[in-house]
């Protein structure tokens, strides 16, 4: 006989296996497609093959305890046989789903592509990948496009795609300039003239940029108008970012309700009431006592922070800080109308001193990743630093949880707004793009062997060059830079820093930095300006070769002009550009030995008649535009155009890694 008790403690258990079951069903994942690189394969039992399990098994650890659904890691650092790692669970879908859909990636990925040394997998709700090497963020392979098969019916389909990619392209621009970490952004739009809505969504991988993450979506988007024009959905899964549109809304939108009480407002009336006895008892006595302790508190406050930021330094450093109230002034309260460049690192203003004194403001995003220590070490830095061909830093503001930095105004923006844009090119004739070279061979230089301290900058790229108004270069952004010993050849970190595309090999992979790695960004920089071309290959085109590339195979055949930037075909040195690109080959030589010195550098480029030596063939180029550093994203501020490249991010979270 079943008793009541036992009724209920049955209808519990069939609540609870129902619950269960609903729970395990919304949380199963599901298998998209996966792609294996079946160029190269792995020897079971070996150290690669360890390392890769060790990977594995980290990122389904890590499944559960990463609350925005991404992962990215390697193993093996530094040595040959690294590998890396990551997950990205859709921005919507919750940590028990996230969990179950990477505990079964990792399953399946090792069944689907056995022994390979790279291999992405694709779900419904997550992805994964690894590789002993690099995924490209531009790249459109490995990619796996997935449509519904049934065409669009009752709508023209030119209306239809114009609708499908507006909607895409908004969602795309939503998604890489996402204010939370998620760079993940939904959307839905109505047809004209039939009564259907569609929806997109776009997700990027966090540790891009907000420019790389464009890029990415974008050219996803692209592929989608190649294969998949007028389904009625279809989308593009990459290896670090994935577009998608539908009919109907497949993912889930969480509101979060306002919230408002009569409590709130019954506690409102408390602290006025309190307010009004306060005024009534103690009037002009404690508004001068509060300011009074409140100057005296932020006077104090103020030079705590400097001590704990900058230890010893504090009354070398003391004179160059400004007061929050002095910058804003300066600035108008940060008006947009003042703003003049803008990245992951937060927003440079024009500002205006009362002494009349331009300068530039450099207000860092308080999630940016140029957090205390890059802030901390450019102050130490440039504060001791004097050179015509470096920027000067006239000070700082550590005040209200804000992190400042101020600057000598440089009214011509970057190199690369010069060299890049596409109304501008024509403005650098040769003789100034030479002088540019000179100046910052000179300024690094100056930093390697004639400053009181030995600097590498470690982030020496075109957008951290800033032109005067005589288009002299300055060199900036010293947030990454280090100090070394004066007779210390060489450095080994295992937080790596830097752009891809500038980066010298051995310090890319391990992490070796010396002068010669500054001489190696040095050479891209002077062949970025010889050819107007970026370092880095376009998105439409379909030549796999980066500018180093393309300059040795031209000084390889003895075209070495063909390089040349065609708007100054009509207008150029002849000795000077043979001289130009011949050098930058030697700077980006894959030995660090057969590059030369900053010292012959500048001897070369001042002397007339000289006989370099014979370039070799250059290392293998990592691809610019991306930066590396777990803390977030820096850029050279002022400071930089708004184009893309700024960049950074290291070993940690956001990880870097070889392709």
Known sequence: MITRSNQIWLTSLFVFDLLYLILTAESAATYIGSNCNNNTTYTPNSILSTNLNVLLNSLTT???????????????????NAVNGMFLCRGDVNTTTCQNCVTDAVKQIKNRCPNQTEAIIWYEECLLRYTNKFFKFYSIEPRLNRKDGNNISGVDFDLFNETVFGLLNEVAIEAAHSVTAKKFATGEIEIRKIRKKVYGSGQCSTDLTSAQCETCLRNAIGTLRECCSGQQGASALLASCIVRYELYQFYTISRTPSSSSSSGKNGLGRKTIVIIIFVAFLPVLLLFLGCYCKRRRSRQRRRTMLKENFGDELKTLESLQFNLATIEAATNKFSPENEIGKGGFGVVYKGVLSDGQQIAVKKLSRFSGQGSIEFQNEILLIAKLQHRNLVTLLGFC??????????????????????????????????????????????????????????????????????????????????????????????????????????????????????????????????EIVSGKRNVRPIESHDFDDLLKTAWKQWRNKTPLELLDPILKESFSHSEVIKCIQLGLLCVAENPDDRPTMAQVVSYLSTLLVELPLPREPAFSLDMGMRINTTTESSSGQLTSKSTGSSINDISKSQFFPR
Do not use: C
């Open 62 to 80: 890590n499944a559960s305890q990463q609350q925005d659904g991404y992962y990215l890691t390697i193993m093996g650092f530094g040595t040959t």
């Open 398 to 527: 550590l005040e209200e949880r804000e992190k400042i930095l101020i600057y000598e105004y440089v009214p011509n923006k970057s190199l690369d707004y010069f060299l890049f844009h596409p109304h501008k090119q024509k403005l650098l004739h040769w003789f100034e793009r030479y002088k540019i070279i000179g100046g910052i061979a000179r300024g690094i230089l100056y930093l390697h062997e004639y400053s009181r301290l030995k600097v590498i900058h470690r982030d020496l790229k075109s957008s951290n060059i800033l032109l005067d108004d005589n288009m002299n270069p300055k060199i900036s952004d010293f947030g990454l830079a280090r100090i070394v010993a004066i007779d210390q050849q060489q450095g080994s970190t295992n937080r790596i820093v830097g752009t891809y595309g500038y980066m010298s090999p051995e310090y890319a992979m391990h992490g070796q930095f010396s002068e010669k790695s500054d001489v190696f960004s040095f050479g891209v920089i002077i062949l």
